[in-house]
């Protein structure tokens, strides 16, 4: 029999018996050459193995590790590697009849190879019924075939075959022969050894023939990145669920280098991504108008974004997009993956505005656009990007009374009533003359003395806030000096500045159906008013005073409960702008004229992410009942010696400090993140 006529049996044949037979090398000859298979083309195949069409529902789910413990559940398994091991050797066929004129080497290391897999298929299927599953007793996928079949080179083939499907078989091979063996499986446990060994062998040979085709001058991975055409990517040449074998893809003659951008990089194997991006200076580019007006950052604003641009990673989930000015080091993402972090996929923008002309991102269907913070350049970066999100997403456009809920200004006027007491108000001001009068009622209201602060109407963390009166006191400390914004007539708001006991914020979520919360956080406030870090502890009372705890229980934290009518309230003044996305509420407790306890129930509305909530999601990663400290400070040397935590036996941190953000790289700003087993442990 010729190779051409073994081919053509394995790849058109309808049953299975045929497809699997397994002829000696010495039996086929090279003579003959068959017609071309089109790009468009279906194997053959018996009507219960018929793999699923496009639009076709169904599909079995791969059985977790308890599962495995049941023999039903691993025939399930095999009948998965089954599918795929005769897709394999289907596709292995195509080749050889596609590419009739290939070096004689290739097509007979490519025949040798398909023998393998038919011998595999026959392993598994054996496998398969013996615990009790016919093979075609449930869906087959076709990603496999789709993504392999259209090949037009035989560089194409080994790219898509051998350094993906089949690199992805190295963690799966190695990974589930260890669990059938946990199982007492042994038998199955060392089938899927040889087929590991067989795998190593596979990789290695398309590895040989991809140097040798791939264009001079590319290293091997920017020429196989350069080489795979979406949806493949990468991403696809590792397991789902198993430990990446860095082990196995060396054997194979993979590169140190190749292997450890592999390791880091991540793109969707399907599900529909999210889209972040970090932009924490949205409230000065809003400051000068709908449109952003002129506005262009100062240096040291500029430096602080792109040193703290990374801390989208901890927002974002497996399989979504991160927005970045530039590429994170690989150093970093391999420090970030250890502490049990899953890493999103990168994408570099030309500017704070604009995609690059290549993105990838604008072409792909997305889920929802989860920028920090809407403003006017994210609504410009991210405009193209709305075509691709499904009707009804969350995303909302950018808008005056999207902006208008940003204004100090407005929020005084609206949530005003809502503080426990007159004397804490804000008061809006934009007339330079109105400020000795709007210091006078201040006083008149607390009935003394009290250091008065002017906040701008646009602002974020504290930045840009004024000492108007008050320079002497203790409590007004740190702000910057004299009246001169206010003086100029700037829009704003004043307020006093009180004994301060306790700075927290209530998160939430506003989506379609109103405000989702999802959890409070303890801040911490530095002199002038400043951000300086966030905790926080699964006991949001934990540590605190019995008065204050006492205090937050029964008095304040009922009024953050989503049927409260200050809730209701805010819940309809963001759907009235259309807003949906991430809020964050802050709030405090200080001391009044009698040194009784008050609080301020909302201090200011943010509606865009927050540090409040980067704690709380970062909380995920953490063991549970565990306590946090995220900081924002100057990178210091000793961050150096900040790269390990521990990690429990479900993978999350349970002590440690570690420097979220690549501070080898920063030019002068850094997040650091601090675990303890209790929130009275953390420094």
Same mark, same amino acid.
């Given at each position: 029999?010729?190779?051409?006529?073994?081919?053509?049996?394995?790849? @058109?044949?309808?049953?299975?018996?045929?497809? *699997?037979?397994?002829?000696?090398?010495?039996?086929?000859?090279?003579?003959?050459?068959?017609?071309?298979?089109?790009?468009?083309?279906?194997?053959?195949?018996?009507?219960?193995?018929?793999?699923?069409?496009?639009?076709?529902?169904?599909?079995?789910?791969?059985?977790?590790?308890?599962?495995?413990?049941?023999?039903?559940?691993?025939?399930?398994?095999?009948?998965?590697?089954?599918?795929?091991?005769?897709?394999?050797?289907?596709?292995?066929?195509?080749?050889? *009849?596609?590419?009739?004129?290939?070096?004689?080497?290739?097509?007979?290391?490519?025949?040798?190879?398909?023998?393998?897999?038919?011998?595999?298929?026959?392993?598994?299927?054996?496998?398969?019924?013996?615990?009790?599953?016919?093979?075609?007793?449930?869906?087959?996928?076709?990603?496999?075939?789709?993504?392999?079949?259209?090949?037009?080179?035989?560089?194409?083939?080994?790219?898509?075959?051998?350094?993906?499907?089949?690199? $992805?078989?190295?963690?799966?091979?190695?990974?589930?022969?260890?669990?059938?063996?946990?199982?007492? /499986?042994?038998?199955?446990?060392?089938?899927?050894?040889?087929?590991?060994?067989?795998?190593?062998?596979?990789? &290695?040979?398309?590895?040989?023939?991809?140097?040798?085709?791939?264009?001079?001058?590319?290293?091997?991975?920017?020429?196989?990145?350069?080489?795979?055409?979406?949806?493949?990517?990468?991403?696809?040449?590792?397991?789902?669920?198993?430990?990446?074998?860095?082990?196995?893809?060396?054997?194979?003659? *993979?590169?140190?280098? @190749?292997?450890?951008?592999?390791?880091?990089?991540?793109?969707?194997?399907?599900?529909?991504?999210?889209?972040?991006?970090?932009?924490?200076?949205?409230?000065?580019?809003?400051?000068?108008?709908? /449109?952003?007006? /002129?506005?262009?950052?100062?240096?040291?604003?500029?430096?602080?974004?792109?040193? *703290?641009?990374?801390?989208?990673?901890?927002?974002?989930?497996?399989?979504?997009?991160?927005?970045? %000015?530039?590429?994170?080091?690989?150093?970093?993402?391999?420090?970030?993956?250890?502490?049990?972090?899953?890493?999103?996929?990168?994408?570099?923008?030309?500017?704070?505005?604009?995609?690059?002309?290549?993105?990838?991102?604008?072409?792909? %269907?997305?889920?929802?656009?989860?920028?920090?913070?809407?403003?006017?350049?994210?609504?410009?970066?991210?405009?193209?990007?709305?075509?691709?999100?499904?009707?009804?997403?969350?995303?909302?456009?950018?808008?005056?009374?999207?902006?208008?809920?940003?204004?100090?200004?407005?929020?005084?006027?609206? @949530?005003?009533?809502?503080?426990?007491?007159?004397?804490?108000?804000?008061?809006?001001?934009?007339?330079?003359?109105?400020?000795?009068?709007?210091?006078?009622?201040?006083?008149?209201?607390?009935?003394?003395?009290?250091?008065?602060?002017?906040?701008?109407?646009?602002?974020?963390?504290?930045?840009?806030?004024?000492?108007?009166?008050?320079?002497?006191?203790?409590?007004?400390?740190?702000?910057?000096?004299?009246?001169?914004?206010?003086?100029?007539?700037?829009?704003?708001?004043?307020?006093?500045?009180?004994?301060?006991?306790?700075?927290?914020?209530?998160?939430?979520?506003?989506?379609?159906?109103?405000?989702?919360?999802?959890?409070?956080?303890?801040?911490?406030?530095?002199?002038?008013?400043?951000?300086?870090?966030?905790?926080?502890?699964?006991?949001?009372?934990?540590?605190?005073?019995?008065?204050?705890?006492?205090?937050?229980?029964?008095?304040?934290?009922?009024?953050?409960?989503?049927?409260?009518?200050?809730?209701?309230?805010? $819940?309809?003044?963001?759907?009235?702008?259309?807003? %949906?996305?991430?809020? &964050?509420?802050?709030?405090?407790?200080?001391?009044?004229?009698?040194?009784?306890?008050?609080?301020?129930?909302?201090?200011?509305?943010?509606?865009?992410?927050?540090?409040?909530?980067?704690?709380?999601?970062?909380?995920?990663?953490?063991?549970?009942?565990?306590?946090?400290?995220?900081?924002?400070?100057?990178?210091?040397?000793? @961050?150096?010696?900040?790269e390990s935590v521990e990690l429990d036996r479900h993978g999350k941190i349970s002590a440690g400090r570690v420097v979220l953000t690549d501070a080898g790289s920063a030019s002068a700003w850094a997040a650091t993140l601090e675990v303890a087993r209790d929130v009275s442990d953390l420094s």
């Open positions: 029999m010729t190779i051409t006529e073994y081919a053509e049996r394995i790849l @058109f044949a309808e049953t299975l018996e045929e497809k *699997l037979e397994i002829l000696p090398l010495a039996d086929l000859t090279e003579d003959g050459i068959g017609e071309i298979p089109s790009l468009v083309v279906e194997p053959g195949r018996p009507l219960d193995l018929r793999m699923r069409q496009k639009g076709e529902t169904g599909k079995t789910q791969l059985p977790s590790r308890p599962q495995l413990i049941d023999e039903e559940s691993r025939g399930v398994l095999f009948h998965f590697f089954g599918n795929h091991e005769l897709m394999a050797a289907e596709l292995m066929a195509l080749a050889l *009849l596609r590419f009739p004129d290939a070096p004689r080497a290739f097509r007979r290391g490519l025949l040798q190879t398909l023998r393998e897999e038919q011998r595999h298929t026959l392993w598994y299927v054996k496998r398969m019924e013996a615990c009790g599953v016919e093979f075609g007793s449930h869906p087959l996928s076709r990603f496999f075939w789709d993504a392999v079949a259209t090949m037009e080179t035989p560089l194409d083939y080994v790219t898509r075959l051998s350094l993906t499907f089949e690199q $992805a078989n190295l963690d799966y091979a190695r990974h589930y022969s260890g669990i059938m063996r946990e199982a007492g /499986d042994e038998q199955s446990g060392a089938l899927m050894e040889r087929i590991y060994r067989d795998e190593i062998s596979h990789v &290695g040979y398309g590895l040989k023939w991809f140097r040798k085709w791939k264009r001079e001058g590319q290293s091997d991975w920017e020429a196989y990145r350069d080489s795979l055409v979406f949806p493949l990517s990468p991403s696809r040449a590792k397991g789902n669920r198993s430990e990446f074998n860095r082990e196995g893809r060396l054997e194979a003659g *993979l590169g140190e280098d @190749f292997v450890r951008e592999l390791a880091v990089f991540e793109r969707s194997k399907g599900r529909t991504p999210d889209v972040y991006w970090f932009n924490a200076d949205a409230e000065a580019a809003m400051a000068r108008g709908l /449109d952003g007006g /002129d506005y262009e950052p100062k240096r040291s604003v500029s430096e602080f974004v792109a040193d *703290l641009e990374t801390l989208a990673i901890y927002l974002a989930r497996r399989d979504d997009v991160v927005l970045v %000015r530039k590429q994170p080091g690989r150093e970093f993402l391999e420090m970030v993956r250890s502490w049990g972090f899953d890493l999103p996929e990168f994408e570099v923008v030309a500017s704070d505005s604009g995609l690059a002309p290549d993105s990838l991102t604008a072409r792909r %269907r997305l889920r929802n656009l989860r920028p920090w913070s809407w403003e006017p350049r994210a609504a410009t970066l991210m405009q193209s990007l709305r075509s691709g999100l499904p009707v009804g997403a969350g995303a909302p456009e950018w808008t005056g009374e999207i902006r208008r809920l940003f204004s100090k200004v407005e929020q005084a006027k609206r @949530f005003g009533r809502w503080s426990e007491e007159l004397p804490i108000y804000s008061h809006p001001t934009g007339d330079a003359g109105e400020t000795g009068s709007i210091c006078d009622r201040i006083h008149e209201a607390w009935e003394g003395e009290v250091p008065i602060v002017w906040k701008p109407e646009y602002a974020a963390a504290g930045r840009g806030f004024w000492l108007v009166e008050g320079a002497g006191c203790d409590l007004a400390t740190g702000f910057d000096g004299g009246p001169k914004r206010v003086e100029r007539g700037d829009s704003g708001v004043m307020e006093p500045w009180v004994d301060r006991v306790f700075d927290f914020s209530a998160q939430f979520e506003m989506e379609a159906c109103g405000l989702r919360r999802i959890g409070f956080t303890r801040q911490c406030i530095g002199a002038g008013g400043r951000y300086a870090g966030t905790v926080f502890s699964p006991k949001f009372c934990r540590g605190l005073d019995a008065e204050l705890a006492r205090f937050l229980m029964r008095q304040c934290l009922p009024r953050y409960e989503l049927e409260a009518p200050m809730m209701i309230e805010l $819940a309809q003044w963001l759907d009235e702008a259309g807003y %949906r996305g991430p809020v &964050g509420v802050d709030a405090f407790i200080y001391r009044d004229r009698r040194g009784e306890l008050a609080h301020r129930v909302i201090c200011e509305v943010n509606p865009r992410f927050t540090m409040g909530r980067l704690a709380l999601d970062l909380s995920r990663r953490v063991a549970a009942g565990h306590a946090l400290r995220l900081r924002i400070g100057r990178v210091r040397p000793e @961050f150096q010696e900040w």
